[in-house]
């Protein structure tokens, strides 16, 4: 396995740990193609990342009464899409010797280290904010990880990334978790044929990076045209992206409280999903509680028991097929599982 | 579509609503085969009973540390194996111009239905007993369902069937619901060949006799030579099958509290679950609490974030196979999504 640094080139052999470009500090990709990771079980992940599986990916996609359809990726094991880099990250972790595992997460990246570090028979040490969801903090103690609670996000991640036990994994730069995002492009393309948009919410990028990377290679095999363009979607009060790239849409009245898999200030991988976008004509959007809420409400009275930050998703998607802005076939991907709220005491 | 009677072999063609057996009161079978059911979709399930979908079944099965199979069917989309039935029930009732469906559920089930009900656009109205999980009844209003809480479990299935209004599809005698349960057994004979033994929790039976009346068709067409011998599990205090059949395992120390999903104290296929137990020589075991929680607290630690009444199913499967009264290939069916507990405040 060779590593790539997306912004300055710098290229080195794989070396156990090494997740930030030693020239520029970016984080690095993996430097797959096609051909390395096309495999016989009819996925895009190198085999070698896939040493534990709890059963993620092919999950189902439905077709919303509005013409919508909805990659339910909140089906995965541990109730989020996050399933699909866990797996990948905790597999290379594995390949080298970890006996810990650290994260900072938000919950749902957390919940899903938690998961496959259990299914590999080794520990995990999860950094949240205190004001993480309570059943979010619940659902890591039950999956028997150590829960160490930060004053915020970023302050979570700080903490993380200095802890000198263990192995530091964390998704936000870890070059393996991407690698396993990358079947979801693989997902869409054979349930769906082409599509001319996906929609999803973004906090660190691995989503949206992963899926580029993963229709890259697609493309590149020729098993489909174009990637689609991808529509990245922030809340409002933490619009981290504008920094790099200009929102077709704001609507910002209040700071948004319940989306909590994007209430993040920054994020390591912002400047190449600018890049990305840029590349695909790719459209970026902040939205807030109030606009997205009624949409949640929607989804679920459609049987759809997705969490409000996927919701901010399903909410741009409709604003935009509305006005005009997007049309064709517009996949949203539902990332976390609204279980894990509504079971806590949410009403929606 | 023809309907029959397992007990007395009376048979009818469909009637709308018609659940019983007008000679001897048993709730009716679908008089399907393989040639009327295994479909071009590869499915099991009778086209016309599929007008709504969320994208149910084909969930995954992962091999447990202790080598047992573990089918994940809590991801199911409304997160139990429920979703199976509540697509053909709701589907039924939708062919017959029903506006508001009523049911009876400890939880899972109205979850379910409520969940189908929304995405055909059509009301659901669910009874269950007060003390269900606060998180399953928020998940029910969440989904846009009437709830109605009766004292106790039984006296919720007394209410919904006597309630004039809508119309009355209730699993526990629904003759449709129990064909969306068939492609349990295809898909556990896609994912595994031939299977020795499946273990499942025992409530109404629509799990086991489903997956009996899937398998035997696919013995029928040929598919596979056999049924696996099937288990089947209840809780202390709710061993409602002992009227019928003889327990082979008995640990029975204080009345359960966790396993929601089967404390019942009777339901009205029983009598054909025990005939289907005894032709098959299958096996039916009574646990408490106290055995089943550490093997939940395994299977989370395991990453599967099982609920406690599939977790007495793992235990039994565990049990019997340390004491070698069961072995070969062994597969856990796990119903229920934890996370609708746990999110709740539950600790394991």
Redesign the interface.
């Known amino acids: 396995m060779r590593l790539v640094c997306w912004r300055c080139g710098f290229q080195t052999e794989y070396r156990p740990g090494l997740y930030v470009c030693e020239h520029c500090g970016e984080p690095l990709l993996v430097d797959s193609d096609f051909r390395t990771s096309l495999r016989e079980d009819g996925t895009l992940i190198p085999r070698e990342l896939r040493l534990v599986?709890?059963?993620?990916g092919?999950?189902?996609?439905?077709k919303s009464?509005e013409g919508i359809y909805l990659k339910?990726d909140y089906?995965?094991?541990?109730?989020s899409f996050k399933d699909r880099g866990a797996v990948t990250a905790v597999s290379e972790a594995l390949s080298r010797g970890c006996k810990l595992v650290i994260e900072d997460s938000s919950g749902n990246a957390g919940i899903s280290y938690?998961?496959?570090?259990?299914?590999a028979?080794i520990k995990a040490r999860i950094y949240v904010p205190y004001d993480a969801?309570?059943?979010?903090k619940?659902?890591l103690?039950?999956?028997?990880a150590e829960v160490v609670e930060a004053p915020t996000r970023d302050e979570a991640a700080r903490l993380a990334v200095s802890d000198p036990e263990g192995c530091y994994v964390g998704h936000r730069i870890n070059p393996y978790f991407l690698e396993g995002m990358k079947d979801l492009a693989l997902e869409l393309v054979r349930g769906l044929g082409e599509v001319d948009y996906v929609v999803s919410p973004l906090a660190s990028g691995t989503l949206l990076i992963g899926l580029w990377k993963g229709y890259m290679e697609l493309v590149e095999a020729g098993v489909v045209k174009r990637v689609p363009k991808l529509v990245a979607v922030q809340a409002c009060g933490y619009e981290s992206l504008t920094k790099y790239y200009k929102p077709c849409v704001s609507v910002c009245r209040s700071r948004a409280q319940l989306p909590d898999g994007i209430r993040l200030t920054d994020a390591p991988r912002l400047q190449h999903v600018a890049k990305i976008l840029k590349e695909l004509e790719g459209l970026y959007a902040v939205i807030d509680d109030e606009l997205a809420v009624p949409y949640l409400r929607e989804l679920?009275?459609?049987?759809?028991?997705a969490e409000p930050t996927s919701a901010y998703g399903y909410a741009v998607a409709r604003e935009l097929m509305k006005e005009k802005s997007i049309s064709g076939k517009v996949v949203v991907i539902l990332t976390g599982?609204?279980?894990?709220?509504?079971?806590?005491?949410?009403?929606?």
């Open positions: 599986t709890l059963g993620e092919r999950t189902p996609v439905i009464r339910l089906l995965n094991p541990s109730g938690s998961a496959y570090a259990g299914r028979g969801p309570a059943g979010k619940n659902m103690k039950a999956l028997g679920w009275r459609e049987g759809v028991v599982n609204g279980i894990k709220h509504v079971s806590g005491g949410m009403t929606i």
